[in-house]
């Protein structure tokens, strides 16, 4: 009798070991609340499938409408064209504005593009190259001096995953 006892319990520790230990996973974990998500996956550039919330959350509209300070700006026009991201565990979005690049990387290379070099070739001494040639994403000013692209100074910074560190803004859980 005992025997038999000792031989069932066996029986049930080994399905619960099989199922614990040996292969069996637990689901992953999903969010709907882009501060808890952030402060689970740390850094990523656009949220994965473990966010399953909207797309922007009225959270980060609202943060947006308080980190631009236009409180009478409608906030599904913020929600509409925003973007957001994590960094360091923190929620940081982006409005779109007047076509700000939230999506890309900024452009710190210091190499003229062709598109650069022809409107020198074409505009030999302007005193600058327009957004429309040089991309929104570049960090510098650039001119023509003497037909030949240049670059004058550095206006934005790069953050640390490599966005337009002016144009994002840390958005907190109020």
Known sequence: MKLARFAVCLA????????????????????????????????????????????VPQSVGEGLQKALNVPDMPLDMLINGSSWRCMNGDVYACFVGANLPCDAKANTDRTPTQEEVEFCQANPDSEFIPAVVTGRETIFEWRCREGIPEVVRQVWQADEQGFLSEIWYEISPD
Request: hydrophobic share 45%; with cysteine; aromatic share 10%.
């Open 12 to 55: 049930l520790l080994s399905i619960v070991i099989g199922l614990v230990g040996c292969g069996a996973t637990p689901a992953p974990a999903t969010y709907t609340d882009p501060f808890a998500y952030c402060a689970a996956v740390g850094t990523i550039d656009t949220p994965d499938a473990a966010y399953s919330g909207p797309a």
